[in-house]
């Protein structure tokens, strides 16, 4: 099985962009996390974009290419009813993690529009959260029996 792991803007930045916020890891440190927690279970593809349709495009092929996603919107958590479109085209379980505690943060942060499709939320665990949504993910395909 595969999952998809995508991240939205300004993630590419993890590690330079307001540490005190978002830690001091890379995105190659989430993806080292991420492939360990599934371990030989599933196979983990990262993609980050700062752009919304490139995230829509992936979405896409993840129908036919993966059996679960893990995302991490960025700001389009707030905005992009596109997304949320997108990931309701997809079929497996969808899990959203936040590096952040978003609903300690502005109100504009408290809304997702992802949230009404995911299988599970994870926020304000840092990079950690990515690595218990891929467990989850990996317990669910298997309970697939994919
Ligand atoms: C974020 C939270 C969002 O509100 C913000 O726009 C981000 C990162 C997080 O991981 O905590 O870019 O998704």
Do not use: M
């Amino acid at each position: 099985p595969t999952i998809y792991l995508l991240n939205g803007p300004n993630l590419n930045l993890l590690g330079q962009r307001q540490p005190e916020v978002y830690g001091h890891e890379t995105l190659d440190d989430v993806l080292t996390l991420a492939r360990a927690a599934a371990g030989d279970a599933a196979r983990v593809e990262a993609f980050q974009s700062n752009h919304e349709g490139q995230l829509i495009d992936w979405i896409h092929e993840a129908r036919r290419a993966a059996d679960a996603i893990v995302i991490n919107p960025g700001a389009y958590t707030h905005t992009s009813i596109a997304i949320l479109d997108a990931l309701n085209a997809f079929e497996g379980p969808v899990f959203e993690v936040h590096i952040s505690q978003v609903h300690k943060r502005e109100a504009f942060r408290h809304h997702s529009y992802v949230s009404l499709r995911a299988d599970g939320v994870i926020a304000g665990l840092g990079i950690e959260g990515y690595a218990a949504a891929v467990r989850r993910a990996v317990a669910l395909i298997g309970a697939r029996g994919a």
